[in-house]
């Protein structure tokens, strides 16, 4: 899937941030879907006016496999454990992190189109992915959903906070309130240029809490890698109050 130029992706862009077609919205797709026919960004099959994945393509996507860590979601080689070696031998500041699949063909197509091709139609199905995907699991509930922040300068070099964008959406549909709770205080070298130990330390310090409060909180980002990010983010959150930290996450590096 590619997302520069005339792409699949570029016409749900369009159709999902032009206002003009709001009274189309509200009065019927039919004149829209004739004009912009909408495409499956796998495939090209066609699919409902609101979405960007058809259902075979949808079926397709990789999920995580099973065994997996009770903790954080890597995958095990046995059924015998719970715990896989990271999350065994540390303390985790998280008590669980879910994700949609692994960050493979599929996922890594649908984010890389969602954060460097700015597809926000595709980071909108995404978010009712991770809603689908916090409802199966049964977790708590949770008094609100809050983001993985960015830097101003970070921000402004993205263009717009993907993980912020899955959250307002995700927040919305799950009808909870959607707070920004942390704030990032200093610049970081991208954690996948990274070794692992590296990554560990670099985000340590790199947060602060903007919100105190009590209870649970769903913590979305966009990826999960060693679990660093998230176990900063989650003891900043504990730091300021809150007692329980659920990470949700499109995929799972």
């Not at 139609?121 to 809603?131: D, F, Y």
């Amino acid at each position: 899937m590619t997302t520069s130029g005339a792409t699949r992706t570029s016409s749900f862009v369009w159709r999902g941030c032009c206002r003009a077609l709001a009274a189309i919205r509200q009065g019927g797709v039919g004149v829209a879907a004739l004009l912009y026919p909408a495409e499956c960004v796998h495939c090209g099959a066609p699919v409902a006016w609101d979405r960007v994945v058809c259902a075979p393509c949808a079926e397709r996507l990789p999920r995580v496999a099973s065994p997996a860590c009770v903790q954080c979601g890597e995958p095990l080689a046995s059924e015998s454990l719970d715990l896989c070696l990271r999350c065994g031998t540390r303390v985790r500041s998280f008590e669980r992190a879910l994700a949609l699949g692994p960050y493979e063909e599929g996922w890594r197509d649908l984010l890389h189109a969602f954060k460097f091709g700015r597809e926000k139609a595709v980071g909108r199905w995404l978010a009712r992915e991770l809603c689908a995907r916090f409802a199966a699991a049964g977790e708590d509930p949770v008094v609100c959903i809050t983001h993985v922040p960015m830097t101003r300068s970070e921000e402004r070099a993205r263009g717009f906070n993907p993980s912020r964008f899955l959250a307002r959406v995700a927040a919305r549909q799950l009808q909870l309130p959607e707070r920004r709770l942390l704030a990032k205080v200093r610049t970081t070298p991208p954690q996948r240029a990274l070794s692992a130990r590296e990554r560990e330390t670099n985000l340590s310090g790199a947060f602060r809490a903007i919100r105190s409060g009590k209870g649970a909180v769903l913590l979305v980002d966009d990826l999960l890698t060693t679990g660093a990010t998230a176990d900063e983010c989650a003891r900043t959150l504990k730091g300021a109050g809150f007692d329980r930290v659920t990470v949700l996450t499109v995929a799972r590096a």
